[in-house]
């Protein structure tokens, strides 16, 4: 069955408003940029609108008032928003408009989520005239955000080195974050990922393998309990039988992960989970223990 949203004001069709997002800078196709992006590097997206002659019948505005092209582009693990707007303008008979989004590239990472909005008075249909408009209305948007990966996934396990000052992170070596949403189904490179500081002067051995051993073995105990942890949340829905099923069929997923984690230090899933929300001490101990942690020199 399908689902209309529904909107307190006269909104366009999905077909009134025509836009496209290209990567101008630096000069790739959506699908390449991962290629062409280094770490560090600003990235700069032209969103594009046309509106059909529709548009106005449908929203009951005027040509003669003000509508803009917003172009969005927000990146998570930066925890950053950018956007950049243009007002609409008659052009050979058609009314286009076009805006240039700027990202700042010194804290960009993993992916940026472009959109594209169109912004102007909505009609509410009041029969009070300080209630009849609607300004600043989000009257059409592209029907799913425009997705730019920008690191391949072939690393073993998904790392990003970021800055944490700049982003709002604690000043700690590293983090493991994830996707609150994502379930035993999801892949591996989009549920879960290790941030390392990059203000941290321990930051470049991490990356390059050099670290003390106890710092992996540290870094991979917080893997265990945050997988577990994010598995934990899905037990009522999801039982950990059934999470071993989805782990036998996919190889990739968070909860083939998870069976493997389990594994490695010796106890069944179920177990993991269980511990992972009621005695996370023990879990860490255990996890420790299995990682041989302080076995060798301390960090």
Known sequence: MAVLESKPFLAPSHTAVNAEIEVVEPASEVGDISERWEPGQRIVLRCRAELSPDFWTQTGISPDEEISLVGN????????????????????????????????????????????WVVGPART????PR????????LWQLPRPLKLELESDQAAFPTTAISFSQTGRRDV?????????????????????????????????????????????LIQSDIHLVVFHQLANWRDAISPSQMDTI?????????????????NIGIPLGEALRMSKEEPSNLIARS?????FGRDEHP
Do not use: M
């Open 247 to 263: 782990a036998e069929h996919d190889h990739n997923s968070l909860a083939a992960l998870g069976a493997a984690l389990a594994q």
């Open 131 to 138: 209630n009849a408009t609607h300004e600043g209305a989000k």
């Open 173 to 217: 070596p590293w983090v493991v974050e994830t996707n609150l949403d994502a379930d035993p189904t999801w892949s591996v490179s989009s549920a879960i990922r290790l941030y390392v500081n990059s203000d941290s002067s321990r930051a470049a051995s991490i990356l390059d393998g050099t670290a003390p051993e106890d710092s992996y073995a």
């Open 125 to 128: 249909g009041s029969t009070d």
């Open 73 to 116: 582009a927000t990146c998570l693990p930066a925890r950053a928003t950018w956007r950049s707007s243009a007002s609409f303008s008659e052009q050979d008979g058609c009314w286009r408009a076009e805006t240039l989004v700027e990202i700042d590239g010194a804290i960009l990472a993993v992916e940026l989520l472009a959109d594209a």
């Open 288 to 292: 420790r223990e299995a990682l041989r």
